[in-house]
C-alpha cells in the first residue's frame, strides 16, 4: 500500500519561509517522478513544482520559480519543497504525489499516488 504524507505546513507571515516534506512509503522515490500542488477552496488543483526520477530535472510554475524549490532525497525515501518568501497569494492545502512514469509532470492527471495535503497559510 503507498502512502504520501506530508508535513511541515502552517501558518507563516509574509517574506516568511517554510519547508514543505513529503514521506513516501510502499513506494520508493527514487522510480518516481514526484510532484508539489496546491489547491484553494473553490479553485482547481495547481500545479507548483515537479522533480524527474533521476532528480536531475525540476520544473517549477512561473509563480514561484525563483522562491520555491523541489528536492528528494532517495535514501529518506522523501521529496520536499524549499518555500521562501511567502506572500499571501501563496495561501493554499499543499498536496504532494507521486508518478510512475517518472517524468516529473506538470499535469495532475499524471499522478497515480497522492497524500492528503497540508495547509499553508501566510497573513500578516
Known amino acids: 500500500q503507498v502512502t504520501l504524507t506530508e508535513s511541515g505546513g502552517g501558518w507563516i507571515q509574509p517574506g516568511g519561509s517554510l519547508r514543505l516534506s513529503c514521506a513516501a512509503s510502499?513506494?520508493?522515490?527514487?522510480?518516481?517522478?514526484m510532484g508539489w500542488f496546491r489547491q484553494v477552496p473553490g479553485r482547481e488543483r495547481e500545479f507548483v513544482a515537479a522533480?524527474?526520477?533521476?532528480?536531475?530535472?525540476?520544473y517549477h510554475s512561473h509563480s514561484v520559480r525563483g522562491r520555491f524549490t523541489i528536492s528528494k532525497s532517495n535514501s529518506e525515501n522523501a521529496a520536499y519543497l524549499q518555500m521562501n518568501n511567502l506572500t499571501p497569494e501563496d495561501t493554499a492545502i499543499y498536496y504532494c504525489?507521486?508518478?510512475?512514469?517518472?517524468?516529473?509532470?506538470?499535469?495532475?492527471?499524471?499522478?497515480?499516488?497522492w497524500g492528503q495535503g497540508t495547509q499553508v497559510t501566510v497573513s500578516a
Open positions: 504525489a507521486a508518478e510512475e512514469r517518472g517524468l516529473g509532470s506538470t499535469e495532475s492527471r499524471a499522478y497515480e499516488y
Open positions: 510502499g513506494l520508493s522515490v527514487v522510480d518516481y517522478g
Open positions: 522533480i524527474r526520477y533521476s532528480g536531475r530535472n525540476k
